[in-house]
Nanobody
Framework: QVQLVESGGGLVQAGGSLRLSCAAS????????MGWYRQAPGKQRELVAS???????AYADAVKGRFTISRDNARNTVYLQMNSLKPDDTAVYYC???????????WGQGTQVTVSS
């Protein structure tokens, strides 16, 4: 089992920045990929950014150049630095951990990010 606890969401004006954190605990050695997804009202959950144990990263086109995902293995924590935020970034952001075996997904409880225009 893996537990994920997110923090760092909130309300920010367009153009502002926020940093999300996700602390993992439990069977962390089973985790291969960690990432952030988001879900806006009436829309499907979508991948925002991900990072592997090997250091590879991937980003959704909508956030490239504005968001940065990073991982602190000593603290078992993954971060999402979000700059130049837009109202379209408003969503609930979920931390995700995917295991090596069976590609099992664990999810955090979600944190609300609201960007006002």
């Amino acid at each position: 089992q893996v537990q994920l606890v997110e923090s760092g969401g909130g309300l920010v004006q367009a153009g502002g920045s926020l940093r999300l954190s996700c602390a993992a605990s439990g069977n962390i050695f089973s985790i291969n990929v960690m990432g952030w997804y988001r879900q806006a009202p009436g829309k499907q959950r979508e991948l925002v950014a991900s990072t592997t144990n090997g250091g590879s990263t991937a980003y959704a086109d909508a956030v490239k150049g504005r968001f940065t995902i990073s991982r602190d293995n000593a603290r078992n924590t993954v971060y999402l630095q979000m700059n130049s935020l837009k109202p379209d970034d408003t969503a609930v952001y979920y931390c995700n951990a995917r295991t090596y075996t069976n590609y099992y997904d664990y999810w955090g409880q979600g944190t609300q990010v609201t960007v006002s225009s």
